[in-house]
């Protein structure tokens, strides 16, 4: 992940709050994870 586009960040914070995250396949030789991600849906009040 790129420090200078902010990618940990929007990994880390943002996207968990909105997505359910699973890895789904890892590359360790080109240092590539692929993720699925499925929408949690809205937030009860």
């Not at 909105?18 to 789904?24: I, S």
Request: hydrophobic share 30%.
């Amino acid at each position: 992940m790129r420090d200078e586009h902010g990618t940990e960040s929007f990994f880390q914070h943002l996207l968990p709050h909105h997505f359910q995250l699973e890895l789904a396949k890892r590359d360790e030789n080109e240092n590539v994870n692929i993720y699925r991600a499925r929408h949690r849906g809205p937030r009860p009040a």
